[in-house]
C-alpha cells in the first residue's frame, strides 16, 4: 500500500458524459500528478499540482481539468467523453514538488467509455 | 521530443535465469533516471532511481542497474529471476523543471 488512495476503482460510463476521479495523497505529500495509462499511448503524463498550484502540464486535453484543493485531495474531472478516453488513470504524490522527488502511486481508476 | 525506448515488449525467461531489461533515453544534460515495477493487480512501485555519483544503482529485491551517459542508457538487470518478478518494468527519466517520462513498459513473465 503506497498511501495513496484512489476513487472509484472502476467507472463504467457513455460517451459524451463527464466524469470525477478523486486521489488523496500520502499524508504529508504536498504534489500531486495525474497520468493515464492506454495500451497504444503508455504511461502518460497529464497535469502536477502543487500546494494548490498547478506546477507542470503534459498531455492534458482541453476536455480534462483538475485542481487541488486546501486539504491536498486532488480531482481529475474528464468531460465529453470519447471512447478513446477508455483508459487506467493513476494519481501519484511526492512530498515536494522537484522532478528528483519519488512519487508513490495510487492503484488507479479504469475508466471505461462505451 | 524527450523520449524514453525499452526495446523489449515482452520477455519471458525461466526461474534462476538472468534478466536484462533495456531503456534509452532522447535527453542531454543531466537527468534522473528510475525503475518502477507494476505486479499484477498492484499499483506502480520504485524499484530504483540515480540522480548522481556511483553509476551502478542497487534498489530492492535484488535488482540493479547501470547507467551509461556515453550510450543514454539505464538497463536493469537481476542475476537470477524468480516466479514473483513476473510483472510490467518501467523506465523512467526526468530533468529539472520537466515532468517525468515513461517508457511503454517491458511485460516479465517468469516461469517455474
Known amino acids: 500500500d503506497s498511501g495513496v488512495t484512489q476513487t472509484p476503482k472502476h467507472l463504467i460510463t457513455a460517451t459524451g458524459q463527464r466524469v470525477t476521479l478523486r486521489c488523496s495523497p500520502r499524508?504529508?505529500?504536498?504534489?500531486v500528478y495525474w497520468y493515464q495509462q492506454s495500451l497504444d499511448q503508455g504511461l502518460q503524463f497529464l497535469i502536477q499540482?502543487?500546494?494548490?498550484?498547478?506546477?507542470a502540464k503534459g498531455n492534458i486535453l482541453e476536455r480534462f481539468s483538475a485542481q487541488q484543493f486546501p486539504d491536498l485531495h486532488s480531482e481529475l474531472n474528464l468531460s465529453s467523453l470519447e471512447l478513446g478516453d477508455s483508459a487506467l488513470y493513476f494519481c501519484?504524490?511526492?512530498?515536494?514538488?522537484?522532478?528528483?522527488?519519488?512519487?508513490?502511486f495510487g492503484p488507479g481508476t479504469r475508466l471505461t467509455v462505451l | 521530443a524527450q523520449s524514453v525506448s525499452q526495446h523489449n515488449h515482452h520477455v519471458i525467461l525461466s526461474e534462476a535465469a538472468s534478466l536484462e531489461l533495456g531503456c534509452n533515453y532522447s535527453?542531454?544534460?543531466?537527468?534522473?533516471l528510475f525503475w518502477y515495477v507494476q505486479y499484477p493487480g498492484q499499483h506502480l512501485q520504485l524499484l530504483l532511481k540515480?540522480?548522481?555519483?556511483?553509476?551502478l544503482v542497487k534498489g530492492i529485491k535484488g535488482f540493479e542497474a547501470e547507467f551509461i551517459k556515453s550510450k543514454f542508457s539505464f538497463n536493469l538487470r537481476k542475476p537470477s529471476v524468480q516466479w514473483s518478478d513476473t510483472a510490467e518494468y518501467f523506465c523512467?527519466?526526468?530533468?529539472?523543471?520537466?515532468?517525468?517520462?515513461f517508457g511503454k513498459g517491458t511485460t516479465l513473465s517468469v516461469s517455474s
Open positions: 501519484a504524490s511526492s512530498v515536494a514538488g522537484y522532478s528528483y522527488n519519488e512519487q508513490f
Open positions: 499524508s504529508g505529500d504536498l504534489s
Open positions: 499540482y502543487y500546494n494548490g498550484e498547478e506546477r
Open positions: 535527453y542531454g544534460g543531466t537527468v534522473n
Open positions: 540515480y540522480f548522481s555519483g556511483d553509476p
Open positions: 523512467a527519466v526526468t530533468q529539472a523543471g520537466t515532468a517525468l517520462i
